[in-house]
């Protein structure tokens, strides 16, 4: 059954239809405290087709976060292209989940509230915003959970909770930054399976941003390295293991192992760049 | 073995709820201790003479003064309506106060330019002894109500303003990111996200203001008025009774810690979300 869904939603790349989001020479540049300009993101071309799952990876800094604030129309490029199913973006899309790297739940709101805030912000009347709620609720495995506030959870319930308050929107495009970081190996396993799962009885295309090799691999349809900041496209990787696929056992896959050593040799010498910067910046 | 271990840790648990008990009500016996070694020395070194009862008065003096206020009234008539009046003063002053507190603090922190233009204004205002603007408020408003409402408030008003805003301030700028692509509008954002986040701060801000608040009634009476505990005070000082300055003092402090307790209440009820503190026990 799981087969079934994965092949039905599966958008063949360059299929005629405009990809659901392009960056053409993207850059980013933001003028520091003390007056200097700061080139965060230089140069950087992508272009993510309508169903896929796209991972960016990159050293610490390289500026994979701003790509996100970019797509999202939280922040303005500074200069090149940055389109959303066609159209350039000016403010923050309608059709767009983010998933933010931190813990940004409303301390105030229970489980029930947060995931039917974007329903409630967009109008949708409460007694239909909660029944919808319940049910991707349940779809997160929280039910029973409703009347809790986030201080209550577990970090693993409170990342369910996050994903199913940007899921319940139906977005095209769903944005995820670094989410799963904050969590201890085994949840963030179970996590990257559930997000698959979830993400397959949809027709979103996703740009997951990571600094986990293995992350963005399992869960990828393509994988773009970049390079050490300011950031730009290293390299594209096309991931052809087949889907379904479980994130906990894939590793041990033999073209597993062979994309990702394709790929870390690519991207290891970012990271020593990276790496002998920060060492030097104290 | 596992019962065993079971055993042993509920003998723990009731243990650490035993030594939680003890440890409470030791602290309750030593505030009444507190209590009666201060109260009781002040007693016997006034009556022993070692200092001058006239100045410095004495604890049964001054009980028998609210008595006598209670039973038989004031010299400015019955002392419910000297405490109902100075309670309206501060209860008024404190309900304006807060609520333009509240909505300068979240204009100027939602509006940059708002807080940019106005900023040194309310920084001059906020410099001034505002204690002195009650010699300004009887001249403008006269002996009555209005003018100790208009210094209370204005004690208020900044140590709402300035929570206010600064809770504004602290909102973090991701939750407000994530409500905007949850479709929040402006509007939304404000009284959905910022006000409940900065709700904690300007709680915080209601326990000293209300404070203020009697201060202003209080000195706005002492400066001018015909009634009122502060005008009590007023009058005690210029007869020289001692015992009438602290009684009313007492009395004030009682007012005060009710309202503290109200704004706790209130507190709590507010903000149900926030994790209770828990009281760990070394077991």
Not at chain 1, 49 to 56: A, T
Not at chain 1, 194 to 200: F, K
Request: proline share 4%; charged share 20%.
């Amino acid at each position: 059954m799981e087969t079934a869904i994965s092949s039905e939603r599966v958008t063949a790349p360059g299929s005629g239809a405009t990809p659901a989001i392009e960056l053409v020479g993207a850059a980013k540049r933001f003028r520091t405290p003390s007056g200097d300009v700061y080139t965060a993101l230089h140069d950087f071309s992508l272009s993510v087709h309508r169903g896929e799952f796209v991972s960016i990876v990159g050293p610490t800094g390289c500026g994979k976060s701003t790509t996100l604030s970019l797509i999202s129309g939280l922040a303005p490029a500074s200069a090149g292209e940055v389109r959303v199913m066609g159209e350039p973006v000016t403010a923050i899309g309608k059709q767009l989940g983010y998933v933010f790297q931190g813990d940004v739940l409303f301390p105030w709101k229970s489980v029930m509230g947060t995931v039917s805030a974007g329903l409630r912000f967009r109008g949708v009347a409460k007694r239909e915003a909660q029944e919808r709620a319940r049910e991707w609720i349940a779809k997160v495995g929280l039910s029973g959970f409703e009347d809790h506030y986030p201080h209550q959870l577990s970090g693993g319930m409170r990342k369910r909770t996050a994903l199913a308050q940007s899921l319940i929107t139906s977005p095209e495009i769903l944005l995820m930054d670094e989410p799963f970081s904050a969590l201890d190996v085994q949840t963030r396993t179970l996590m990257e399976d559930e997000l698959l799962e979830l993400w397959s009885s949809t027709s979103a295309s996703v740009v997951f941003v990571t600094h986990d090799l293995e992350e963005a691999i399992a869960l990828s349809d393509r994988v773009c390295v970049m390079t050490a900041g300011p950031g730009t496209v290293k390299g594209i990787y096309d991931i052809d293991l087949p889907r379904p696929r479980h994130v906990s056992e894939i590793r041990f896959d033999t073209r597993f192992v062979e994309l990702y050593r394709d790929i870390w040799e690519n991207l290891r010498d970012e990271v020593l760049l990276s790496y002998e910067r920060a060492k030097s910046n104290g | 073995m596992a019962s065993l271990a079971h055993a042993a840790l509920d003998e723990g648990v009731a243990a650490a709820r035993i030594k939680v008990r003890r440890h409470k009500q030791l602290v309750m016996v030593l505030r009444i201790a507190f209590a009666v070694v201060m109260l009781g020395s002040w007693e016997i070194l006034s009556r022993t003479k070692t200092i001058d009862p006239f100045f410095f008065g004495r604890p049964s003096e001054i009980g028998h003064k609210i008595w006598v206020w209670a039973t038989v009234g004031t010299p400015d008539g019955p002392l419910w309506e000297q405490v109902r009046i100075t309670m309206e003063e501060a209860l008024l002053g404190f309900g304006i106060g807060v609520g333009a507190g509240i909505v300068f603090g979240l204009a100027l922190g939602r509006i940059r330019l708002l807080a940019e233009v106005l900023g040194p204004y309310i920084k001059a205002a906020n410099s001034i002894p505002r204690v002195v603007l009650g010699s300004i408020f009887i001249i403008w408003l006269g002996l009555g109500l209005p003018s100790k409402v208009a210094l209370a408030f204005v004690l208020v008003f900044f140590v709402v303003f300035f929570n206010a805003f600064q809770g504004v301030r602290e909102v973090n700028e991701d939750v407000i990111a994530n409500a905007r692509i949850l479709g929040a509008n402006r509007r939304q954002v404000t009284t959905q996200v910022v006000l409940p986040s900065a709700l904690t701060w300007i709680i915080a801000s209601l326990h000293t203001s209300f404070g203020f608040a009697l201060v202003g009634a209080v000195v706005g009476e002492f400066i001018g008025s015909i009634h009122g505990l502060g005008h009590l005070i007023a009058f005690a000082q210029g007869t020289f009774d001692t015992n009438g300055v602290f009684a009313a003092m007492f009395i004030l402090a009682v007012i005060a810690l009710g309202a503290e307790f109200l704004i706790t209440a209130l507190e709590n009820r507010l903000i149900t979300w926030r994790p209770s503190r828990r009281d760990e026990v070394a077991l």
